[in-house]
């Protein structure tokens, strides 16, 4: 109970919550409305932040009456998809997604920076559902081996990265036909114009693509991403006999769960990228995994192994980022798929469509996912300070806030003013 108060006094006094959540707008007829707006939103915040498993569930929970001092009446679960489905995706996104992160820059979230002096960004795509047979206008299709029409939704995501906690910044969906790098130009345009402090991007090999390198320069960004051996063969050839006459940078240092010995060769001053109209750097990397003795838990040693070779490309310049923090760098894009993705889809059930009826219901939810995400995570490290190096794991503290709200009494509730 003590958690479910901490929790709505922090998003309440800190952020604000209720005042940014009466600005935003939906197209409803308002002499048939009978849920207030700002409601619904706080009860699929509350929701998701509660990591309820579906929009049923979350209507059971909204049963209660105690809840009411919060919603102000009941609201069931049809009503959470219709209002959904209602919201206005720009307002959603101007008056509560962005606020809420420029507060958290305001309250030094990322000081200096979430590397180093920089706030990093990494960028990815991602498939959060697919179904054989619920559907809707937007729906991308593909047929399996045996002949079956699957259907599922992609989006480019953006993650900061580096220090915890790592915060959404926004999403862009992949329409039906286009890839992956259209939906990032137009999330890219949107982040530059938005948040003018974001400092360098992180990219995997799919967005290895000129135009849109092309793009984060003409925002003056800098970019770090990873080009597989087989594509730009004319840069890695040149990068690679440059680096045949020069000496690599050697250094030993625990990633995960491993510990590895790399050799790295730094080379700057390249122009073989016809698309792109700067200079580049690249950076050649040889890992190998050291071997890691037996262990009470892992009763023979693990052998070691030498990983790919893996080249990264940037923008930026060895007085900007030498050459190991860039290779730390280009390692912390793993930040977004190995816990974001893994985090929204496996605890915070990104992976169900809470509500599929129309392509603007199913992304307003991500979006609302988005906010009770980042809430969440900036009170477990920034209020209670119980992150990583805490004694109570993220899943309890979810699992102590959907508790509270099964069976806390109308009068131990703080009241918010949501509307």
Known sequence: MKLLKQFLRYVSNTFLLPQHLRRVHARRHPT????????????????????????????????????????????????LARIAAQLDRD????????????????????????????????????????????????????????????????VVVASTVGTHPRILLDLEPVLPGESEVAAASRLLERLANTFPWLHVFLLDAGFANGPFLAQIHRFGRGFIVRVKDHERRHLLRDAQALAARSQADRWEAAWGHHRLRVHAWDEDGFTSWDSYPGTLRVLIVDEEELPEPATRRRRMPSPGRLR????????????????????????????LENTGFHQLKHEFHWNHAFAHQSPGALFNTWLLLAVAFNLFLTFVYRRLRAGRQGNKPLRWLAQELYAALRVAPAEQL?????G
């Open 91 to 154: 307002c959603l996104r101007a008056q509560l997604l962005v606020p809420l992160i420029r507060r958290m820059r305001r309250n030094k979230l990322w000081s200096p920076g979430s590397i180093g002096p920089f706030v990093m960004v990494a960028i990815d795509g991602t498939e959060p559902i697919r179904s054989d047979h619920r559907h809707c206008t937007h729906c991308a299709t593909r047929t399996r081996a045996d002949g079956q029409v699957e259907y599922y939704h992609r």
């Open 414 to 418: 703080p009241y918010l003013a949501a």
């Open 32 to 79: 048939r409305v009978q849920i207030p707006t700002d409601s619904a939103l706080l009860a699929w915040i509350l929701g998701f932040a509660a990591r309820v498993h579906s929009r049923e569930e979350l209507g059971r929970l909204l049963d209660r009456r105690s809840l009411h001092r919060l919603t102000r009446r009941h609201i069931s679960a049809d009503s």
């Open 308 to 335: 790919p070779r893996a080249f990264y490309v940037t923008n930026l310049s060895p007085g900007q980022l030498p050459t190991r923090a860039l290779w730390e760098a280009a390692h912390h894009r793993w930040n």
